[in-house]
């Protein structure tokens, strides 16, 4: 209650799995029945009331040189930063260029960087800022007041530049639900994929069918002129020069 949401970032789907009440449960069983330290939307045998929502909001305090290393931000959310004082510097990656000096594990879910936020300015980025058009990388100063959207998939990492305070959040929008649901999915994250679909689907119905349609019509369109016809012949076809 001690902040607004952005007007842009207002749409979250996740906070449809919100409930006072229900963390309150929540966290009294995962104290007293879940000794293995298994999140309760990771275990197998999971009971659909007991889903929680993940972490999703920080209030970020850093000194200057400190920060976050090269990640993706967790089950395919989106985010926002708000920098309430101080100053930072990002950069971004496209979701398909790992940047230097990183190194993914498990389809990018976890991420290993050896060396410091410090460290990977003094060794890599001389190199990538020399290269942006090549790496497809995006970089800004964030002051006070600003706001920075990290779109879903995307690497980022801050820096900060100053003693810095910051309010973070993660979301899920139309933008990004069906990306979020085939990442749960994928990674048999079973009780809160079950537990985001039904929710949506009772809040807004048709919505993930809607979204899926649309996704695979952007997807459509992106196709090159060869793939388009290839699906038109029904698959692949094999591609011969016949020398006389």
């Known amino acids: 209650?001690?902040?607004?949401?952005?007007?842009?970032?207002?749409?979250?789907?996740?906070?449809?799995?919100?409930?006072?009440?229900?963390?309150?449960h929540n966290n009294n069983n995962s104290?007293?029945?879940?000794?293995?330290?298994?999140?309760?939307?990771?275990?197998?045998?999971?009971?659909?009331?007991?889903?929680q929502r993940p972490s999703f909001r920080w209030l970020l305090i850093g000194p200057p040189r400190s920060g976050s290393t090269f990640h993706k931000d967790p089950n395919f959310t989106s985010a926002w930063n708000g920098l309430i004082s101080g100053a930072k510097k990002w950069i971004f990656f496209?979701?398909?260029?790992?940047?230097?000096?990183?190194?993914?594990?498990?389809?990018?879910?976890?991420?290993?960087?050896p060396i410091s936020v410090t460290e990977w300015f003094k060794d890599f980025y001389p190199k990538v800022k020399n290269k942006?058009?090549?790496?497809?990388?995006?970089?800004?100063?964030?002051?006070?007041?600003d706001l920075v959207y990290i779109p879903h998939e995307c690497w980022h990492m801050a820096l900060n530049l100053e003693e810095s305070v910051a309010l973070t959040q993660n979301f899920v929008d139309d933008f990004n639900l069906i990306n979020v649901l085939e990442f749960?999915?994928?990674?048999?994250?079973?009780?809160?994929?079950?537990?985001?679909?039904?929710?949506?689907?009772?809040k807004y119905p048709n919505k993930i069918e809607d979204l899926k349609q649309i996704k695979e019509q952007e997807i459509e369109n992106n196709k090159s002129n060869w793939q388009k016809t290839l699906d038109k012949e029904g698959g692949t076809k094999e591609f011969r020069f016949n020398f006389v």
């Open 132 to 145: 942006r058009a090549e790496y497809g990388v995006t970089e800004c100063i964030q002051r006070p007041g």
């Open 184 to 202: 749960l999915k994928k990674h048999k994250k079973k009780g809160l994929l079950n537990k985001l679909t039904e929710q949506v689907n009772l």
């Open 31 to 51: 104290n007293n029945n879940n000794n293995n330290n298994t999140p309760i939307n990771d275990c197998e045998n999971y009971d659909i009331n007991n889903v």
């Open 94 to 113: 496209p979701p398909d260029i790992v940047p230097p000096g990183v190194i993914p594990q498990n389809d990018d879910a976890d991420v290993i960087t």
């Open 1 to 24: 209650n001690d902040y607004n949401i952005p007007i842009y970032c207002k749409i979250d789907y996740f906070s449809l799995l919100e409930n006072s009440d229900q963390d309150n």
